[in-house]
């Protein structure tokens, strides 16, 4: 337990069912996700643009489901909505797998799309239910650190997989990934958490708090989104900036500092929290806030630097994102978690991830938008727009409870 403790990691003892799933499920996600659109285009062939369209038809149909799972978290408890959905996307990739009618195959991304929604929307209330007193943070960072972990063994495999010909290797992807579904579901049925007795306390705790009048947590959101705004900048915009902008750089690199990043993720984020535990909550977003705007004019500086300091300038930028993005990962999760009253908890956990989904939708034409303007524009309007998300947490700071901005 010493050891444990020292590398920030909380109690997992009767957690590993939970633990093994989110690994699992991340796995399949990664070895799967960057083959789908190819899957329609080879396998099914499905015209790369009308296989977009469906696609992206799908995933504004799903953005409801945090608003439905809000509805209904804290009734039928956060757990039994990951499972649901985790066996929900098995049979939409199982359909993936038989399927060639672009109806079925519609039907199953909107499957998919929607209960990717409901896992995300619920699975912070989850970990907040599993946890023990004080380990919440830790819980944030590690369930975290297992997810980035699978996925990064799941590109791997996917990378394996695209250097094979023929249909085999997209339906080798979408068979791992249905699987894992159903794994990661079974898996979980075996997970016991708090549900029940934190859904008694909130009816000894009085009516629910409206959401659309906590005028706090809703600026939480907004600020959030802006955070989360820079974690997908970096994966949209990367690759076209060293593509489109650095003839210097080789075109490999992106793929390097992807995967260093997602390496960071998934070692760094419980000694992350493990190291800052005597800080507010506020305190570290508004670090990351500060680091991602340094980060920002880094990137935007590679432009006017010596063709020899390019490459080195990559990897420092990226160095300094990955600082930014661990500080934020865990802590921000957590924040929302300890912000969020005791009933409506799961409601407000399951609408605090519009800031990721505002930000996913956001992230592709905020970048390139501005990149056509100006090659450096799109980092130097993140590095202002982080400033400004740090600057109103730090006035967030003076409104939320003392409690909930503490760690311990």
Known sequence: MPTAMSLGLPNMRGRAPLLAGLAIDSFGGGCAGPLLLLFFVRVAEVPLGTAGLVLTI???????????????????????????????????FTGFFFGRSLWLLFLCALVTTTGQRVFWSAIFSLLSDIADPGDRDRWFGLGGMMQAAGFGFGA?????????????????????????????????????????ARAAAAQDS???????????????????????????????????????????????????LLAAISVVLATGQTLVV?????????????????VWAVWGVLMAGLLHVPAGLVVPGLILAAAVFAAADVLHAATGNALAAAVAP???????????????????VLA????????????????????????????VIVVLERVLPDAATRRT
């Open 156 to 196: 791997l495999a996917a990378g394996v997989l695209l250097s094979f010909d023929g249909d085999g290797p997209f339906l080798i992807g979408m068979a791992v990934n249905a699987v894992t579904f159903f794994i990661t579901g079974f898996l979980l049925l075996r997970l016991r958490a708090a549900h029940d």
């Open 58 to 92: 799908a995933t504004m149909f799903s953005v409801a489901a945090p608003a439905a799972v809000g509805l209904v978290i804290d009734r039928v408890g956060p757990r039994n909505l990951v499972i649901g959905a985790q066996f929900a996307q098995g049979l939409a």
């Open 364 to 391: 592709p034409a905020f970048f390139t938008q501005l990149f056509e303007v100006r090659h450096e524009l799109p980092w130097l309007a993140i590095s202002v727009l982080a400033l400004v998300a740090g600057g």
């Open 206 to 256: 009085g009516p629910a708090p409206l959401l659309r009048k906590d005028k706090a947590f809703l600026v939480l959101i907004a600020a959030n989104t802006i955070l989360a705004l820079c974690t997908m900048v970096m994966g949209v915009g990367l690759p076209v900036y060293v593509t489109e902008a650095l003839p210097e750089a080789p075109k490999w690199i992106v793929g390097v």
């Open 274 to 290: 493990r190291h800052t535990e005597k800080r507010r909550r506020t305190q570290v977003l508004v670090l990351a806030g500060v």
């Open 342 to 360: 005791t009933n409506g908890h799961g409601k407000y956990l399951s609408y605090w991830q519009y800031s990721f989904t505002f930000a996913s």
